[in-house]
């Protein structure tokens, strides 16, 4: 069985406005065995599309290495602009060593309703994926209802729009939950009727454009 670590803490601060939430980094991420490419910070794996994508929309002129100025653009990114960083899984158990959020067993989370306490200009939960089985909003969506709550629906069209109510402060905070920016969720972008009316009109449209324009809207 392996134990898969989240190796970083969350990335919060004063004044933080809106929280990305994932669930677990590639376990190369744990073990300290990064590749070529890979940026040692939330989401920096070579495969994944967040940084590409915010790459583009905010012309960051980003490095995609393994250095320490690579952390520090990406901190200083979002730092500007009020994003914090906090996914939603402490530690999970595997008994395949992979990313599937769906092979993650005996799941640790971590208590995101405590955090928006902690940091109370939030007011947007950015989830890097929808409802299905193990992801962040379904992760989320069990430590609302340990309160009773539940997610109220603003949009259910891709990407769909949810709020609610904390709890403790009583304030209203909404959640975004944008297409994984993975390689795996490409299948179900292709699907989306959106997709293939804007590939139809620009046969060079892809999957990484759409997310771009998706999530331009959002940061």
């Not at 949009?155 to 994984?180: E, M």
Request: hydrophobic share 35%; with cysteine; glycine share 6%.
């Amino acid at each position: 069985m392996f134990v898969h670590q989240h190796p970083y803490a969350p990335f919060l601060f004063d004044g933080v406005e809106k929280l990305i939430v994932g669930t677990l980094p590639p376990p190369r991420f744990t073990m300290g065995q990064l590749k070529e490419g890979d940026v040692d910070f939330c989401y920096g794996s070579r495969d994944g599309q967040l940084w590409p994508i915010l790459n583009r929309i905010f012309k960051l002129n980003l490095k995609f290495e393994t250095s320490f100025e690579a952390i520090e653009q990406r901190k200083d990114f979002l730092k500007r602009n009020k994003i914090g960083v906090c996914d939603i899984v402490e530690r999970a158990e595997r008994l395949k060593v992979d990313a599937s959020d769906l092979g993650m067993l005996n799941v640790e989370l971590r208590n995101i309703l405590k955090w928006l306490e902690r940091y109370p200009t939030v007011h947007t939960l950015l989830f890097t994926g929808g409802n299905s089985k193990n992801g962040p909003e379904y992760f989320f969506r069990k430590q609302l209802k340990a309160f009773g709550l539940q997610l109220e629906v603003v949009n259910d069209q891709v990407p769909r729009i949810h709020r609610f109510t904390h709890p403790k402060t009583q304030r209203k905070i909404a959640t975004v939950s944008l297409t994984a920016p993975s390689g795996a969720a490409n299948r179900a972008v292709g699907s989306l009727t959106e997709y293939k009316r804007l590939k139809d009109e620009n046969p060079s449209f892809n999957t990484l454009d759409f997310r771009v324009l998706q999530y331009q809207k959002f940061f």
